[in-house]
Nanobody
């Protein structure tokens, strides 16, 4: 059974850091790119970042570039999203998703999804 499970969300203050984890099971993540999305209440799901399967290249949306870092440890079937200098507008449910090889930016292009983890940035 294919499964992605996110963890690490929580309530933090502006300027704080948080690291999300995504554990994959039921498939070999070596051959899959792992994307991160977020969804705020009343808004569409937004692409945040992605790490490719081919060479580990990373990609970020403009809103998080320079603050977030994504990585992937194939041996552990895990991916991470390190989030620094968090802002209230970073609040939302964060999802990891897997797509074979490439790093697309649209949700419908991803094959597997996790259930999401809530991140709330508030003072």
């Amino acid at each position: 059974q294919v499964q992605l499970v996110e963890s690490g969300g929580g309530l933090v203050q502006p300027g704080d850091s948080l690291t999300l984890s995504c554990v994959a099971s039921g498939f070999t993540s070596d051959y899959y790119a792992i994307g991160w999305f977020r969804q705020a209440p009343g808004k569409e799901r937004e692409w945040v970042s992605c790490v490719s399967s081919s060479d580990g290249s990373t990609y970020y949306s403009r809103s998080v570039e320079g603050r977030f870092t994504t990585s992937k440890v194939n041996a552990k079937n895990r991916a991470y999203l390190q989030m620094n200098r968090l802002k209230p507008e970073d609040t939302g449910v964060y999802y990891c998703a897997a797509e074979r090889i490439t790093c697309p930016v649209f949700p419908y292009e991803y094959e597997y999804w996790g259930q999401g983890t809530q991140v709330t940035v508030s003072s």
